[in-house]
């Protein structure tokens, strides 16, 4: 069965920090790997996702990710984050045989000004 | 174009009562779900529909939820009688057919509170 890790619950930064958010994923076949944005009081936006080809995937507001398939990691990175980036996010796996979407637990992300 | 929608926003019952809830999902898609996601959690599926069939239930408690989707496109979540434990959001979303290159877009959930 198929299952995701978030290990950071909570993280707070100042503005113009780095960020990366840890994601490690388990599952045996292909897999289809999404990072998901939840910000205070609006629903799940697709951040990026990797199907296949280049594991270094650019996403929407400056984020990025990398699939390391013999880490089965897919950590979530911006380089200097702003104050608006502040929400939860969200890693999820689709394996494919079931074509279920999986989620972590999710990473609470503060920004301060 | 429109994104899933679903409804009442928000719900409070007491424990032992029902509730339903109401999903219309992207025109055109052929696949619904309806997640569950307590606070400080990450959303579990609860089920999953390829247009009236359902292709996986396994984590439904069927006790007490139920879901259907008679015409293919609409579906409604109903928990009856509710328990405390089912306070959460529970999320509809969609895509087209389940293959590797479709997105699934979320609505907005709706808020049980079961009091």
């Known amino acids: 069965a198929q299952s995701v890790s978030q290990h950071n619950h909570h993280v707070i930064l100042s503005e113009a920090a780095s960020l990366e958010l840890g994601c490690n994923y388990s599952y045996g076949g292909t897999v289809n790997l999404f990072w998901y944005v939840q910000y205070p009081g609006q629903h799940l936006q697709l951040l990026l996702k990797?199907?296949?080809?280049?594991?270094l995937v650019k996403g929407i507001k400056g984020f990025e990710a990398e699939f390391i398939k013999s880490k089965f990691s897919f950590n979530l990175r911006k380089p200097s984050v702003q104050w608006s980036d502040t929400a939860e996010y969200f890693c999820a796996v689709r394996g494919d045989s079931s074509y279920k979407l999986i989620f972590g637990s999710g990473t609470r992300l503060l920004v301060r000004p | 174009e429109a994104g899933v929608a679903q409804s009442p926003r928000y719900k409070i019952i007491e424990k032992r009562q029902s509730v339903a809830f109401w999903c219309n999902p992207i025109s055109g898609h052929a696949t619904l779900y309806w997640y569950q996601q307590i606070l400080g959690q990450g959303p579990k599926l609860l089920i999953q529909f390829q247009n009236n069939g359902v292709v996986d239930d396994s984590q439904l408690p069927k006790d007490r939820f139920s879901a259907e989707r008679l015409k293919g496109v609409d579906s409604t979540l109903k928990i009856q009688p509710a328990k405390l434990e089912d306070s959460a959001v529970y999320l509809c979303a969609s895509s087209l057919e389940p293959s590797s290159g479709n997105t699934i877009y979320f609505g907005e959930g709706s808020w049980l509170t079961v009091v």
């Open positions: 990797y199907f296949s080809g280049d594991p």
